[in-house]
Each structure stands twice: as C-alpha cells, then as structure tokens.
C-alpha cells in the first residue's frame, strides 16, 4: 500500500490569489495523478505528473491554471492560479501499479471567497 | 471517453439491512476500483476488480467484464457504512492510472 500526504488539508482563498498544494508519497511511484472534485460531484482528472517531464493536462484544464510541478519520484505540487469561486473544490492527488491499487491523499479542500 | 454508470444514484439504509450497487461501463475498462469516500473527504480504496469476486470483511464485489458491469456488496450494514460509494475505471486504450469515475452512490445507514 501506500501513503499519502497532501498539504494543506483546508484553506480559504482570496479570489485572484494563487495555492500551491503539495502531495507527499511514502514510496517511489512513477506516475502520479491529480484530481479535483466540485461540491457534491464526482472526480474528474486535472493531469498527470511524470518525473522529470511535462504534466499531460486532460481536456479543460490548462498549464497555465494548474502548473505542476514534479521534482522527485515521491513530491509533486499542484497549484491553482489566479482563483474564482467555481475554483471551490476537492483537490486530490492519486498513485498506483499497473494492474493494482490505486490509492489517494486525504484531499486538499479549497473554498475561494 | 467512456461513460460510467453508477445506480442507484441514493440509497438510505437501516442499520443491519443488506445493499447491492451496480457499476455499467460503456466499454471494456481496465483497472476497475471500488471506493468509498467518507463524510470528510477521504477516498479509501475497497477493491481493485478487474474481474471475478472479491470479500473483504462485510464488504464483497464481482466484476463481469465481459458485460460490463460490477457489483458492490454491503450485508450487514452499519452507520460507518454511510458516506458516497464510487466506482471507476481507465479506457483500454489510455494509461492505467488515468480513471473514470462514475457518479456515485450516496448511502445513508440509519441506527
């Protein structure tokens, strides 16, 4: 299994500002994911992280919204720019093997005011 | 991408009572997931299912992959049962950690 750490946990946001949200795992993974969840919706996935290349963006999201940053094999920061109140939401990063668990951090929950 | 169908959309129990939950995937899925997320946010891992029948404790899950589909069993439930149910999957042709979730099933488990 795995362990997962995500930072910080809760936070309320200026509109305008910008959070950067870390996610800590306790082993080495080549992938990781990140996820957001509206109120009261499901998980939709934002990008993956590979170690030491670009993120891979899903359809509506953008680099220049949602920079991530991957340094090592167990760090990854996702951080939301520039937010409004639809930014308001579950963000959550993921790990797993191919063919096996896939497992999530406790959820970074961000409400922009 | 494919699409995710979770039924029923709520499910309100009596403590003890039995449930079933259903996943339909529009198409074949690879690295099906059972999770449960509980009222503060955290999505804990049930099951990895890609196929055949699963029991862990009070919980069991079946995945007929040649149709589609799988099944969440709750026997016995209790209130920490309570809390919203997801399934999910990644398209055979996209990465393995790239998942499709349905749209959840709420349950509430009364005393």
């Known amino acids: 299994s795995a362990v997962i750490s995500q930072k910080p946990s809760r936070d309320i946001c200026q509109r305008g500002t910008s959070l950067t949200i870390q996610c800590q795992v306790d082993?080495?993974?080549?992938?990781m994911f990140w996820y957001r969840q509206q109120p009261g919706q499901s998980l939709t996935l934002i990008a993956t992280a590979n170690q030491g290349s670009e993120a891979t963006y899903e359809s509506g999201f953008v680099i220049d919204k949602f920079p991530i940053s991957r340094p090592n094999l167990t760090f990854s920061t996702l951080t939301v720019s520039n937010m409004s109140p639809e930014d308001s939401s579950i963000y959550l990063c993921s790990v797993g093997q191919p063919g096996g668990t896939i497992y999530f951090g406790e959820g970074s929950w961000l409400t922009v005011v | 991408g494919i699409q995710v169908e979770q039924s029923p959309p709520d499910l309100i129990l009596q403590e003890g009572a039995n449930s079933t939950l259903r996943c339909n995937f529009s198409?074949?899925?690879?690295?099906l997931q059972w999770f449960h997320q509980n009222p503060w946010g955290q999505l804990i891992n049930l099951f990895y299912i890609p196929s055949g029948t699963k029991q862990n404790g009070r919980l069991s899950a079946t995945t007929v992959a040649t149709e589609r589909y799988s099944l969440l069993y709750i026997s016995s439930s209790q209130t920490t049962d309570s809390g919203v149910y997801f399934c999910?999957?990644?398209?055979?042709?996209?990465?393995?950690?790239?998942?499709?979730f349905g749209a959840g099933t709420q349950v509430v488990v009364t005393p």
């Open positions: 082993s080495q993974v080549t992938m």
């Open positions: 999910a999957g990644a398209m055979t042709t996209d990465s393995w950690g790239k998942l499709q």
């Open positions: 198409d074949s899925v690879n690295n």
